[in-house]
Every structure is written in C-alpha cells, then in structure tokens.
Antibody
C-alpha cells in the first residue's frame, strides 16, 4: 500500500525556519517525481515545489524561491522541504505527493502537516 | 489569484448533472499539457479524480467525466449524489511546475 506521511509542522515565528519531512513506503520512491503542495486555511491548493527522481531538477513557485529548498534522500525513502525566512502567508497545510513523471498527475497524497507562522 | 480559473461554486439536486469549468492560457493548458482533476472531501487530502483530461483512476465511478478543448477543460458529474459534495480542483502544468485552479465547491441541494 502506498503511504506518504508528512511530519515536522508546527508553530514558528515570522522569520523562523522549519524542516518538513515526508516518509514514503509501499512503492519505489526513487522512480517518482515528488512534490510539495500547500493549502492555506480555507483556501485552495498551491503547488510549492517539485523534484526529479535523482534530485537533478527542482522547481519552485515564485513566492518561495530563495527561501524554501526541496530535497530528497532515496536511500531513506524521504522527501524534505527546508523552509527559511517564514512569513505569515506561508501558514498552510503542506502535503507531499508523487507523480511518475512531469507532467503526470499527483496520484497519491499524504495527509498533510500544518505549518503556522505567527508571533 | 490562481493560474487556472474555476467558478467558486456550483450546485445541483440529487440525480442532476453539473459541470465545472477550468480555464487556462497558452502557457499551460493551451500549450498542450493535460488537465487533471482532484476531489477534496472536507478535512481530507485531495484525491485524484480524473487524469489525462478524461481518464478515471480505478475505483472512480463513471458518473465523473472530463474533457479538454483549447485552453479550457471541464469536469462533468452526472447522477449527483450527496457524497459528491466536496471541493474540486483542476490542475495542469506550466513548464515543469504544476498549477492549480482556485477550486470549486460543489453543493448537493
């Protein structure tokens, strides 16, 4: 069974940092593109970043460029999102999701982890 | 402001048919990228509903169908059921990054 389990969310002050993790199981992690998608409270979905199977390509939405870094460890079947210089507008549930290629759909999603940026 | 445009809400009575539109541009849907649709039930993660414009993953009822033309796509739901009440999102790509519609809340009257 495919499982994606996010962790690392929590309350952080503006300007602070947080590292999200996504543990994958039930499939060959190294064969998939992985993505982070976020959803602010009561709002729609926003694609944050994605990373190629071997980590050689990474793409970010403009609003997080220079502040967030996506990475992966295929040996540990894990995806990460390092978030620096956090702002109130980064408050959201962050989901990890997989796709076999770009531009394929996100066929499995994790349950999400909540990040709250507030003083 | 989402890259893809969807109506904020649609509604229909049980048994009726509703459609949800998704409008993009020449850099995403119009560039030839497929459109995918997701269903998000309250308090849960999104679930893939339609992929590649018109294909249903295993387990999705054939009441759900999708189509694409030019820079737009649409999701149709026939034989509305109470359990279909949810938020629906279209998604495509713009270069190598995904883009979403703003979401449409479906209310079953």
């Amino acid at each position: 069974e495919v499982q994606l389990v996010e962790s690392g969310g929590g309350l952080v002050q503006p300007g602070g940092s947080l590292r999200l993790s996504c543990a994958a199981s039930g499939f060959t992690f190294s064969s998939y593109w992985m993505s982070w998608v976020r959803q602010a409270p009561g709002k729609g979905l926003e694609w944050v970043a994605n990373i190629k199977q071997d980590g050689s390509e990474k793409y970010y939405v403009d609003s997080v460029k220079g502040r967030f870094t996506i990475s992966r460890d295929n040996a540990k079947n894990s995806l990460y999102l390092q978030m620096n210089s956090l702002r109130a507008e980064d408050t959201a549930v962050y989901y990890c999701a997989r796709s076999i290629v770009v531009p394929a759909p996100l066929d499995y999603w994790g349950q999400g982890t909540l990040v709250t940026v507030s003083s | 402001q989402s890259v893809l445009t969807q109506p904020p809400s649609v509604s229909g009575a049980p048994g009726q048919r509703v459609t949800i539109s998704c409008t993009g541009s020449s850099s995403n849907i119009g560039a030839g990228y497929d459109v995918h649709w997701y269903q998000q039930l309250p308090g849960t993660a999104p679930k893939l509903l339609i992929y590649g414009n018109s294909n249903r993953p295993s387990g999705v009822p054939d009441r759900f169908s999708g189509s694409k033309s030019g820079t737009s796509a649409s999701l149709a739901i026939t034989g509305l059921q109470a359990e279909d009440e949810a938020d629906y999102y279209c998604q495509s790509y713009d270069s190598s990054l995904g883009v979403f519609g703003g979401g449409t809340k479906l209310t079953v009257l």
